[in-house]
């Protein structure tokens, strides 16, 4: 895929995720639903109806195990994560995400990841360190330009580790193999900065 292209359906998936957010919407909770309604329910603010309506949704078990409990057709896998985040990953998003788990080298291709309900906060230096708040920003609606690929792409964007502006885009975990391009879809306070 040349640059032109995976820019241009960048592009086009920015603006499809700015259209379908309302700016009513409030920040997700770091709350991960017991009940498969309810879990489903939060799955289902991370992505326009068309992509979340047609995904996998995998929900983490007691065991430590992670069921299906919606089978899907159009290669993303949906869920929420451990600090409550909704978000669905397309199938590079999901190759980056095991790699980085299994500490690997990410492959080199460019994954979208949606957060249309925002994110619960982070640390901007490394997530592992989330409790601190140090180097802290959460973001509103957001999609994710990620993956070995992608790199070539964050140059032009801010890479300090305490976010000025979440409602542009700005690089999340700036140096690290994590490193990836957040792009807002739209403006919300939002909070930044070394300590909440």
């Known amino acids: 895929m040349n640059r032109f292209y995976a820019l241009a359906s960048v592009g086009f998936c920015v603006a499809?995720?700015?259209?379908?957010?309302?700016s009513a919407s409030a920040l997700p909770t770091e709350e991960v639903?017991?009940?498969?309604?309810?879990?489903?329910?939060k799955v289902k603010t991370?992505?326009?109806?068309?992509?979340?309506?047609n995904a996998t949704i995998t929900m983490p078990q007691a065991d430590g195990s992670s069921k299906t409990v919606q089978t899907g057709s159009n290669g993303f896998t949906c869920f929420i994560g451990t600090d409550g985040t909704p978000e669905c990953d397309d199938q590079n998003a999901m190759e980056w995400r095991k790699a980085l788990q299994a500490k690997q080298e990410p492959p080199n291709?460019?994954?979208?990841?949606?957060m249309l309900a925002g994110d619960?906060?982070?640390?901007?230096?490394?997530?592992?360190?989330?409790h601190t708040h140090k180097h802290w920003v959460q973001t509103g609606p957001h999609v994710?330009?990620?993956g070995g690929a992608a790199r070539?792409?964050?140059?032009?964007?801010?890479?300090?580790?305490?976010v000025k502006d979440a409602t542009q885009p700005y690089v999340m975990f700036p140096g690290k193999p994590n490193e990836h391009l957040m792009i807002p879809v739209h403006s919300q306070e939002l909070t930044t900065g070394s300590a909440r």
């Open 16 to 22: 499809l995720a700015a259209f379908t957010t309302t």
């Open 109 to 114: 291709k460019i994954g979208l990841i949606f």
């Open 152 to 162: 070539e792409m964050l140059s032009p964007y801010p890479r300090d580790l305490d």
């Open 46 to 53: 991370a992505a326009p109806p068309s992509v979340v309506n």
């Open 120 to 130: 619960t906060g982070t640390s901007n230096h490394d997530h592992a360190e989330r």
């Open 33 to 41: 639903p017991k009940t498969e309604p309810d879990y489903i329910a």
């Open 144 to 146: 994710m330009i990620v």
